[in-house]
C-alpha cells in the first residue's frame, strides 16, 4: 500500500468527485483528473500538513541554559568594554532554523567583588554576543567606603533583553563578560561571577 505524499501547502477548495469522472485510484492529479478518488484527499492532507506547520511555527520555544563555572578576574579585567574578560560563554542553537526569530533572554549571576585598596574598584557584568558587542544591560557591583581595610561585597546581577536573530544564524553565541575600573593602576582588586543562568524563549518571526 503507497501512502499519499503530503506537501505543506494551503488548497483554496476541495474538489468534487463528478458524475462523468472516472473512479480510478491511483497517484492523484487534478490537471488530467487521475486518480480522482485520491484529489481530495491529498488536497485535505496537503492542508493538515501547512496547518501543523503553522501551528509549529506559532509556538515559542522554551530553553534553560545554565553553566555553572565561578572563574576569577583580576583588575582591571580589561581596559574597555570590547576586551573585558569573557567569563562564560554559552551557545543556543535556533528551533527555527532558516527562518528570522526574536530570543527573549533573561540572564543572572552571583558577582563577588574583592577590593583591598583605594581608590574601591567598581565590576561591570554584562552579556554580548561573539563579536563583542554589548547586548544586555551593564550590571555595576562596587562599594564607596570604609575609609581603609579590605572589603567583599557581592550582589545578584542580570537583566532582560530581546536578541533579533537573522535566518543566516543557525546558533547565537552568548557571551558574559567582567569588566573593573574606578581603582588605581596596580590594585589587588579581584571578581568573580559565579554561575550563569540564561532563561531564553524564541518565537519564530516568518515563515
Known amino acids: 500500500m503507497t501512502n499519499l505524499t503530503e506537501d505543506a501547502t494551503w488548497i483554496d477548495g476541495i474538489y468534487q468527485i463528478e458524475t462523468t469522472d472516472p473512479v480510478i485510484g491511483g497517484p492523484p492529479n487534478i490537471a488530467t483528473k487521475s486518480g480522482v478518488p485520491n484529489i481530495a484527499a491529498q488536497q485535505l492532507a496537503n492542508r493538515t500538513a501547512w496547518l501543523k506547520e503553522q501551528l509549529n511555527l506559532s509556538t515559542p520555544r522554551f530553553t534553560r541554559i ?10 582591571p579585567g ?9 567569563t562564560h560563554e554559552v551557545s543556543y542553537l535556533s528551533a527555527f532554523p532558516g527562518l528570522t526569530s526574536t530570543l527573549y533572554i533573561s540572564w543572572s549571576s552571583l558577582l ?12 561591570r557584568a554584562f552579556l554580548t554576543n561573539a563579536a563583542g558587542s554589548i547586548i544586555s544591560n551593564e550590571e555595576y557591583v562596587y562599594d564607596s567606603g570604609p575609609a581603609t581595610g579590605s572589603v567583599w561585597i557581592w550582589g545578584n546581577v542580570g537583566g532582560f533583553l530581546s536578541y533579533n536573530r537573522t535566518a543566516a544564524e543557525a546558533s547565537v553565541t552568548l557571551q558574559q563578560r567582567c569588566l573593573m575600573d574606578t581603582a588605581s593602576a596596580g590594585s589587588g582588586a579581584t ?3 559565579d554561575k550563569l543562568e540564561l532563561l531564553i524563549v524564541e518565537v519564530a518571526r516568518d515563515g
Open 66 to 75: 545554565f553553566d555553572d563555572a565561578n572563574p576569577l578576574v583580576a583588575y
Open 78 to 86: 580589561g581596559t574597555s568594554h570590547a576586551d573585558a574578560v569573557v
Open 112 to 123: 563577588r567583588l574583592y577590593t583591598p585598596d583605594l581608590p574601591r574598584a567598581r565590576a
Open 191 to 193: 571578581a568573580s561571577i
